[in-house]
């Protein structure tokens, strides 16, 4: 029995399926575990409405058939929620605010906290539901501890860290002990059509993967300048701050190049000034890094300062870090450091173990 | 398993699905020359007379379709371009607010890529269009109206219209009233003839026939102009091979529907004015939408404050209870219903609500097993109804 599902059976849970391959695999084997399962696609889009006319939101309805279908081949009951309203203000609102802010949201992280894991559980709840299953790739033992997947390269654990002990208590993850190519052999064993559907990369809500013309169409043109930090010199103008991410070397479009001729990355945004400021990469590294809004997950919160492996991004590098409490967030000193780390993406603590790395705890980085 | 949803479809007559089987088993197009041939054709004008014969219509008035949404498009769209065509003034169309949306997406869709100008009737709490509505649309410009759309009762709250009432005016100002009567055939005595409707639309399997067959009847002095274009079938107004078996089954159904209305609507409307009296005893917030007189005998539709209609439909399946909760788009998400919307109610109301259906294959154990199950659904859907409203 795939780690996940092995709670108690023949729960009833609600199987959010996107209409990818992930959740139908998800959903399916809580069928086969023995529970009572309902499909649900999240209609996440701001105006279903226009789903009617098949102008926009093609791919979305696309998706809500894949979900209904796979469904309907598991015999599961199958419906679609509306949670278009919600979506909008705490992901995309809150994306858009947190790029005006200078800082680097991770939207999928946060549909997870506000969406999957607290509207929609909590109307499942509400509803006579026991749990939700998603086909997220991360395992989720009868231990209560969240764990990344055995296959590394889908480990979703960094976008679940931020999960309470109390949400994922409600939570089944049943893919976490397979590889995305078995759960895709495993979807054609079953007869799903999502099998080879290819997996989602961009933000959803970002349909032509277009993050910069998305953000410019919301927040308007802001040109101001590009100023490197060692000279304090503007080096080029930019048409607004909130285009660019810590780290970010492509799209600088400088005036001049640097004295030694080596390339600029984006080191800082200061939003307060409508300035970027760049410089060279070594400039980037970080060795300490302040976090907020703390969630402890994998045990209380520690008293003493642990040692442990921390991610700073989705797929980014893990370090060793000492991380300790400090008020109400955290302080973690890398024991290497690290390029790139952005304000608004979370610093997840990891727990190393041969069992699958645990997640001990998550926070929004500050700075 | 409580089958609560026959206005969505109803189950086959035993007489309609043992006529399709036989015919279906027999081959022949209608159109061809040959023995067979006249032998389909036969049985297709059998069916268009006993068709005409109970709707109270001449055979030569009956169009098979491919089901009510075909019928709905040819009417509007069909009565529009050919008056237009005959008088460039008559660009208008006259609709009502809670029109299925087989009527309301063909106007839009005048209005959208004809520049059709359309007037909405409103209706009052009930779901009522007036007479005296019509005839103030129609008093001012009735020589530019190309056609009139109305339906004969709805197929959400249940609400029977004053069609003939609707008719009159619209004869009077010499502009066609086509009528969407899905939902009341088989229900409510239908007669076209004397009704004075130009057009009527009906479709089998709301009455016990099979899917995807229809007609329209249409009045002989009024042009329709094509939808379909092809073998000429059906006065060139429809053309497509004939679908032998399922217009015999569709004939067969809507015949013994009509023949036993008054038996049927007797025996539907104790039964459903029981689930209606038993709902609000188990839920006395229960508001029941619609007109509580003039209503088609099997349908019952309420609105359960502070719910949400779709929580308390999952909650209802799960118990193996099928209603419904009105439309939804086409990725399935609930929409609020325009018909309540229409009649006054607002998005919240309009969305707690929830339909349940009798037809003739209905029980009072039906009616009990939704008794049963529905306050605990009402309270659990409650219960995440207040998880939005305190958001």
């Known amino acids: 029995m795939p780690d996940g599902v092995g709670k108690v059976v023949g729960v009833r849970v609600l199987a959010a399926m996107s209409g990818g391959v992930d959740s139908a695999v998800a959903a399916a084997r809580a069928v086969e575990a023995g529970h009572d399962v309902t499909g649900v696609h999240l209609a996440l889009a701001r105006n279903p409405q226009t789903y009617r006319t098949g102008a926009r939101g093609c791919c979305t309805l696309e998706d809500s058939r894949d979900a209904r279908r796979a469904a309907d081949v598991l015999g599961i009951p199958f419906y679609v929620w509306d949670m278009a309203e919600r979506f909008q203000a705490d992901v995309v609102d809150d994306f858009v605010a947190e790029y005006a802010a200078g800082r680097t949201p991770n939207p999928c992280l946060r549909c997870n906290e506000k969406i999957k894991f607290a509207a929609v559980l909590d109307r499942a709840v509400a509803l006579g539901f026991d749990a939700v299953v998603t086909g997220h790739h991360a395992r989720l033992g009868a231990d209560g501890l969240l764990r990344r997947s055995v296959d590394l390269a889908k480990d979703q654990s960094y976008v679940l860290g931020v999960l309470t002990r109390e949400q994922l208590s409600r939570s089944m993850f049943p893919l976490g002990d397979s590889t995305k190519p078995q759960v895709r052999a495993e979807a054609t064993r079953r007869g799903l059509a999502v099998a080879d559907k290819p997996d989602s990369h961009d933000i959803c809500f970002v349909a032509d993967g277009d993050t910069r013309g998305f953000l410019a169409q919301r927040l308007g043109a802001a040109p101001g300048d590009v100023v490197d930090a060692a000279t304090g010199e503007v080096v080029g103008r930019h048409t607004g701050a909130y285009a660019y991410t810590v780290g970010q070397r492509r799209g600088l479009h400088l005036d001049r190049p640097a004295p030694d001729g080596r390339p600029r990355y984006v080191l800082s945004i200061t939003p307060k000034t409508n300035t970027v400021t760049v410089g060279p990469a070594e400039a980037l590294a970080v060795s300490q890094v302040q976090a907020r809004r703390p969630v402890w997950t994998g045990g209380p919160r520690p008293a003493a300062p642990v040692e442990c492996e921390v991610q700073l991004r989705a797929h980014g590098d893990v370090v060793p870090a000492t991380v300790a409490v400090t008020g109400d967030g955290l302080r973690a000193e890398l024991h290497q450091p690290v390029r790139g780390v952005a304000a608004g993406q979370a610093i997840v603590a990891y727990r190393p173990d041969p069992a699958g790395d645990v997640v001990l705890g998550s926070a929004t980085i500050a700075a | ?391």
């Open chain 2, 1 to 391: 398993m409580a089958y609560l949803d026959h206005a969505a479809t109803t189950p086959m007559l035993d007489v309609a699905l043992a006529a399709y089987v036989d015919t279906a088993r027999e081959v022949g197009n209608a159109s061809a020359l040959h023995g067979a041939g006249r032998q389909a054709r036969r049985r297709v004008e059998e069916s268009r007379e006993r068709v005409a014969a109970a709707l109270g219509a001449r055979p030569a008035e009956v169009i098979f379709t491919g089901g009510g949404t075909e019928s709905d498009n040819l009417a509007v769209k069909g009565i529009f371009w050919a008056r237009r065509s005959a008088d460039r003034r008559r660009t208008r169309v006259v609709s009502s607010a809670v029109e299925h949306h087989a009527v309301l997406d063909a106007v839009d869709w005048l209005a959208a890529q004809e520049g059709a100008e359309v007037s909405s009737l409103p209706v009052d709490a009930l779901g009522r269009v007036t007479p005296q509505r019509l005839h103030a649309e129609l008093a001012a410009a009735a020589d530019q109206v190309a056609v009139i759309t109305t339906m004969w009762a709805s197929n959400e709250v249940g609400t029977v219209q004053p069609v003939a009432e609707l008719a009159a005016v619209a004869a009077e100002h010499g502009v066609p009233l086509h009528t969407d009567a899905i939902q009341a055939v088989g229900q409510v005595v239908v007669d076209f003839a004397a009704s004075g409707v130009s057009a009527l639309t009906v479709t089998g399997h709301k009455l016990g026939g099979p899917a995807g067959v229809g007609a329209l009847v249409l009045a002989r002095d009024v042009a329709v102009t094509p939808l379909l274009h092809g073998g000429g079938q059906e006065r060139d107004v429809r053309s497509g091979t004939l679908d032998t078996a399922g217009i015999v089954a569709f004939a067969v159904a809507l015949e013994t529907a009509v023949r036993h209305q008054q038996e049927y609507a007797a025996r539907v409307t104790a039964l459903r004015d029981d689930l209606v009296t038993r709902v609000r005893q188990a839920v006395p917030e229960a508001v029941l939408n619609g007109d509580p007189n003039d209503r088609l005998p099997g349908n019952a539709h309420f609105s359960f404050p502070g719910c949400e209609g779709d929580a308390l439909l999952l909650l209802l399946d799960a118990q193996g209870i099928a209603c419904s909760t009105g439309s939804a788009c086409s990725a399935g998400v609930a929409q609020p219903s325009h018909v309540l919307l229409a009649m006054g109610a607002d998005s919240a109301r309009a969305r707690s609500s929830l339909r349940f259906t009798l037809g003739h294959t209905s029980t009072p154990e039906e009616v009990d097993a939704l008794i049963a199950a529905l306050p605990e659904a009402v309270d659990r859907a409650r219960r995440a109804g207040s998880l939005r409203a305190s958001r």
